[in-house]
């Protein structure tokens, strides 16, 4: 029997943490990430982990984002030293992540001890220093995707493509007990259809278990091109007020999507010729490591490099390194862009940004991601009347365009297309990694939809997961020849199920192409498997 501990992402969005555990005591973790939000969320930073450090070998992390990565520093410095496997551009991301992570929470913690002096009260340390992101960054061991590995007796696992960001991760994890696997699979954060720069999410049919992500799990986004439509119209509605368009946007990855349509906007004529400020030296950073992995763009990003263009950049783009740099930037009058860190408006330099345009009528503030509950950038969603910004109570006069068609995550109907795949492996569901509507909402129509077994974990819960018939997925060395052979002629007849189908429907007059990839991404699927049976 395999145990699942939920120790972040359940119940909540950040802090995605998962403890698998098998009967012979291996484990392994699933992502380290921070917890974001409130002040009682962020306490969770600091507790027990629940399990030792250093008994844990590897680590496997789906993607870069602090609240799936953001913990790895401490992790390291209460003792673990394992492998941290992940894919090469992720291992790139977290190198500048991390020590940005750290040198916040040193500032952070000084402001706080500054703050308790004048109170007579205790220094505040740090929840990890950049010393300890830096020695973190030893253990990280890059591993290509669609590759089979063992990384303990009894546990091999295989990475994905996620299409969540640049080098995120679908992980498939196989946990030999008493000569049967159990298939366990961790969607990470899904990306949606047709997502920008990214692939598209790879297409799984089989798993005995899936824990799936469901942050946008109640709702769907916009459609891209009214989203794209919207941000131009908010552009504009600030330029034409002589005023600025302040976007608060992730360094990673939402900062290069709105620098690769602002880049389409110019190439097309429709994006006036106004400043463009990328003020993050973090965003500046991991733009450089997006220009160097050109190899895991989608085809339209490609297609943009073949024509001898940078999808992230045009002559009317700043980058504003230095503070001074960014303080000049609310000096200079009449219009300009200002795309600043962070995203959901709670440290960084996006804040000071708010503090001067926030008030001001006549000024564009575009949301363009997920903002969590207790954030500034929700509160402004949420059309509060004025936010606290350093201290200070600053009035929303400007214009707010909350705009969701830009999301990197998987919407309601993207999350369930993807969760379709596995309608003949029937696996159990945990809808995790979302605010309690959203993946209550989820759940309930994964259940409807496809009659699966859906359960909401919450945090800390313990999942005891035994091994299901539903799907088998053969070994040879550990079952009989006759079983190996018996499970290679049903693969095979799988394959030509598969294949006769797809000839039936190339046959057909009107065919929709969508139908057509469908049937050749299971094709390529069951093909795969099968040549995973004849390599082992």
Known sequence: MTKVTCLGAAGSVTGSNYLVENTQGKKVLVDCGLFQGGKQMELRNWQDWGFDPKQINTLFLTHAHIDHSGRIPKLVKDGFRGKIITSPPTVELCQIMLLDSAHIQEMDAEWQSRKNKRQGKKDILPLYTTGDAAESLQYFSP??????????????????????????????????????????????????????????????????????????????????????????????????????????????????????????????????????????????????????????????????????????????????????????????????????????????????????????????????????????????????????????????????????????????????????????????????????????????????????EVHVPIWKEILMLEAREVVREVKPGMVAPADISRSMLNKIIDLENELGRLKKRLKEKEVEAKIIEDDVNRLNYIQEELQGILLE
């Not at 504003?320 to 440290?347: D, F, K």
């Open 143 to 452: 591993m290509e995707r669609d590759q089979i590995i063992t990384v303990e007796p009894g546990i091999r696992a295989r990475l994905r493509n996620a299409g969540h960001i640049l080098g995120s991760s679908i992980l498939e994890l196989w946990v030999e007990e008493a000569n049967e696997e159990t298939k366990i699979v961790f969607s990470g954060d899904l990306g949606k259809q047709d997502q920008l720069i990214v692939k598209d999410p790879y297409e799984i049919f089989a798993a005995n278990y899936l824990f799936i992500e469901s942050t946008y799990g109640n709702r769907q986004h916009r459609s891209f091109e009214e989203s794209k439509e919207e941000l131009l119209e908010a552009i504009q509605y600030a330029v034409s007020h002589g005023e600025k368009v302040i976007i608060p946007a992730f360094a990673l990855e939402r900062s290069q999507e709105i620098l690769y349509l602002l880049g389409e906007f110019y190439r097309s004529g429709t994006l006036t010729d106004i400043p463009v400020y990328l003020d993050s030296p973090l965003a500046i950073k991991a733009t450089q490591i997006f220009r160097k992995n050109k190899k895991y763009y989608d085809e339209q990003a490609k297609a943009i490099v073949d024509q001898g263009f940078d999808p992230f950049d045009m002559p009317n783009l700043h980058l504003t390194l230095t503070t001074e740099e960014s303080m000049a930037i609310n000096q200079r009058p009449g219009s300009a862009i200002i795309v600043s860190a962070n995203g959901m408006c709670t440290a960084g330099r996006i804040k000071h940004h708010l503090k001067h345009n926030l008030w001001r009528p006549g000024s564009s503030i575009i949301i363009v991601g997920f903002q969590a509950e207790g954030t500034t950038g929700r509160k402004i969603v949420d059309g509060e009347k004025s936010v606290k910004i350093f201290r200070e109570d600053v009035a929303v006069k400007a214009k707010v365009f909350t705009i969701g068609g830009f999301s990197a995550h998987a919407d309601q109907k993207d999350l369930l297309q993807w969760v379709s795949h596995f309608d003949e492996s029937r696996p159990r569901v945990f809808v995790v990694h979302g605010e309690a509507s959203a993946s209550e909402t989820l759940a309930r129509m994964i259940h409807e939809r496809f009659g699966m």
